[in-house]
């Protein structure tokens, strides 16, 4: 079996500079009927499934799997609309020559992401980022963070890979890698600093990707026991 890392996205990988939330605000409208202010939804580390569950709880409506299906139609909509603006994504410094690094070497990618899956390829889509990945685990899949770390485990089989590191920009991705029985590398290039991810328990954490030898060392670590 070929070794596999997986990665979030958000905060990790790239930033979409706030455009998920007009796009959000604008998809549970039409979804539930009622307007929201997303100003105060913090979204660091959440799934989009557990965001919108918990709007409708707040504003009084039922989240039914019809309503969270065309909301996820809207939003993939809305989002993609967005995110065609000329730079509309910021891809982190380091990002493209890690994950090409990654790939010559023989690893597979996946991901472990808040996004569901539509708004997550479309993202990786318009940010040139999407041909690096072979497989994931999404909100679409399930509302834990945690359960998305064990699905893509699972996911990774049919790869003929099995993945030995997460990598991270949250406390929750740290959680969720520790819950998959993973190490996490985490990345403070997100809305997390340094010395919180460090007490969340990362196992490793470097300050971005610009040095790659740092990332290596940690992969090599991990990857290669």
Known sequence: MKPAILFDIDGTLLYAKGLGRPAFAEAFAEAYGVA?????????????TAIIRELAHQQGVSSTPAKEEYFAVRLTEALDRRLRAPNAIQV?????TLLDALTQRGFVLGLVTGNLRTTAWSKLTHSGLAEAFSFGSYASDHADRNVLAQIACQRAADFGATPRLLIGDTPKDIQAAHHAGL???????GWVDAATLRRAGADALV??????????ATVEKWCNE
């Open 36 to 48: 929201v202010d997303m100003d105060s939804v913090s979204f660091v580390g959440a799934t989009d």
């Open 92 to 96: 982190y410094p380091g990002v493209r």
């Open 183 to 189: 190490p996490c590398l985490a990345v403070a290039t």
């Open 207 to 216: 300050e971005d990707f610009t040095h790659l030898d740092e990332v290596f």
